[in-house]
C-alpha cells in the first residue's frame, strides 16, 4: 500500500532537496513496529535535517521527523498489538533511521513507549522530545530535592520548545518562575504559560565577574549551555541544581568550580535520547498528569508536510516558537 512522506534526497552537487511524495510499505526499514503515524513534530534538529548539508543524515533518500505519535498496525513483538496507542521520541529516528514525517513508520519496538490515558496523539506532538526533555529536567530537580515555595526558578531560553513545556511545568506544580528570553515580544506568551517574572537575556549574557553572586534561584532548566549557563551556576542557591538540556549557547563552559564546593551546586545533564523505558513511560504518565492541555495548546502552531523546508529554515533562525505540530495526513 502507498503513503505519503517527507522525502529528503541528496543532489549531485552535495545540497538537498525535500518533497512530499507517494511511498509504499516495502521501501519501509525492517523494524519490529509498523505504526500508522498521526502527528509528528519540528525539532531543532529535523530543521538540519531538512538543511542543506543535511545535518546529520548519513543515507539517503531520507525520511525526517524524530517524534511521532500513532496507531500500531502491524507487530512481530508481543508487547504492541495493533490498535495500540504509541510514542515515540528520539533514538536517532529521523536522523539514522526514517522518522515520522510519513503516514507510516516502522520501528523498533523498544523505542516506543504506550501512550497514556489521558493524551491524544496531537497531545503527544505538542510535547515531543522537547516536552519529554523539559519533563525529565523537572523529574531531576525533584529527586535533588526541589519543592514549591522553595524560591524563584529560572528557565533560560523560556521561549523555545524545551523551554515552554517546562514553564508550564513548573508554574503548574506550584512554583515561582522566571523565564528568561531576548524576545520582549514573547513575554505575554511566557505569562500566559505560568511565569511570574520575565527576564531579558541581557541580564544574564554578561561575563563572569565573580565566581558567586548574590543567592537568587532554588533550581534552573537550563536550555541555553555556554556563558548564560556559567553565570547562572554563580546565582544558585546553596544546595540547588541547574537541569542543563541544551546547547544553544555553545559547548564551553567558562565556569569555576567554586559555586560546586563552595555552595554545593549540582550540573545534572539531561539527554532524553537513550533514556531506559521505564524512565520514559514514568515522564509520560507525569506529562499525563502535571501538564496543563489547554495551556498546552497555546504553544501549538499546526503545520502540514508540505510546510516543513520553510519551518526548518526558520527553526534554524531562532524564528520558531514554542512547538510546531505536524497532521501528516493533512
Known sequence: MTFKALVVDKLDDGSTSASVRSLDDSQLPDGDVTVAVEYSTLNYKDGLCLGPGGGLVKTYPHVPGIDFAGTVEASRDARYRPGDRVVLTGWRVGETWWGGYAQKACVKADWLVPLPDGLTSRDAMAVGTAGLTAMLAVMALEDHGLKPGAGPVLVTGAAGGVGSVATAILARLGHEVAAVTGRPETANYLESLGASRIVAREELAETVKRPLESETWAGCVDA?????????????????????????GGATLPATVIPFILRGVNLLGIDSVMRSYEDRLRAWRRIASDLPMDTLHAMVQPATLADLPDLGKAILKGEVRGRVVVDVNA
Open 224 to 248: 541555553v549551555g555556554g556563558a548564560m549557563l556559567a553565570r547562572v551556576l554563580g546565582q544558585m542557591k546553596y544546595g540547588a541544581s541547574v537541569a542543563a538540556v541544551g546547547l544553544a
